[in-house]
């Protein structure tokens, strides 16, 4: 199993920009969560999809912050415009929600520098 | 409001040395607790998941031990070794199945 593929690993980008982050999860899950970590607030939960719905963006910090899951193999999570505080990393999950007591499994994630 | 803690921040300790991290969270009515290892610059590996009906999980030199009652958690390493070196994470859920909170970690160094 490939695990959960996250692109690009590292973007730099200046503030304004929009940056579009991707996330492709394990074969056969139907749950995808969003986290963003930080050293001051550590992992926090932004978004997370069950069957490519989105349940729950109470996590979302702001408009600026949007998520989408067009299929089951394919997530997005857009930044538009970016700011320097938007700087974290940003991970993505995936998991068979359906089953009791499934673990999440992550991807290595995005390091996210605005500048 | 659930919270989810962590201490110490980090520990350094000699090869070969067993060790435990601790977790603690201010709500009991917990769903599970995961333990995940973060390595410097990868994502989280899923190391230990305990249901709220089990007292303890194992897996190698690795044990889970979950006090509902007391809001605890620790996570038990034998034999320390160097590539143990990383930071653990404590997470919680709380019975919505999916949503989890997670403590900051402690950064756990196993010097040679």
């Known amino acids: 199993d490939a695990g959960v593929i996250q692109s690009p690993r590292h973007e730099v980008t200046e503030m304004g920009q929009e940056v579009t982050l991707r996330c492709k999860p394990i074969?056969?899950?139907?749950?995808l969560f969003w986290y963003r970590q930080t050293m001051m607030r550590g992992l926090e939960l932004l978004i997370y999809?069950?069957?490519?719905?989105?349940?729950?963006d109470s996590g979302m910090p702001e408009d600026r912050f949007s998520a989408k899951m067009p299929n089951a193999s394919f997530s997005t999570l857009k930044i538009q415009p970016s700011e320097p505080r938007d700087s974290a990393v940003y991970f993505c999950?995936?998991?068979?929600?359906?089953?009791?007591?499934?673990?999440?499994?992550f991807g290595d994630g995005t390091r996210l520098s605005i500048l | 409001k659930q919270e989810v803690t962590q201490i110490p921040a980090a520990l350094s300790v000699p090869e070969g040395e067993n060790l435990v991290l601790n977790c603690s969270f201010t709500?009991?009515?917990?769903?599970?607790l995961q333990w995940f290892r973060q390595d410097p610059g990868k994502g989280l590996t899923s190391l230990l998941l305990?249901?709220?009906?089990?007292r303890e999980q194992t897996s190698g030199r690795l044990n889970a031990s979950l006090d509902k009652s007391s809001g605890r958690s620790t996570l038990y390493i034998a034999a320390s070794q160097p590539g143990d070196s990383a930071t653990y994470l404590c997470?919680?859920?709380?019975?919505?199945?999916?949503?989890?909170?997670f403590g900051k970690g402690t950064l756990l160094t196993v010097n040679p």
């Open positions: 999809f069950n069957n490519n719905v989105p349940i729950d």
């Open positions: 074969s056969g899950h139907n749950s």
């Open positions: 997470a919680v859920n709380w019975g919505s199945n999916y949503k989890l909170t």
């Open positions: 709500d009991s009515a917990i769903y599970n």
């Open positions: 305990i249901q709220s009906s089990q």
């Open positions: 999950a995936s998991s068979l929600v359906d089953r009791p007591n499934q673990p999440q499994h």
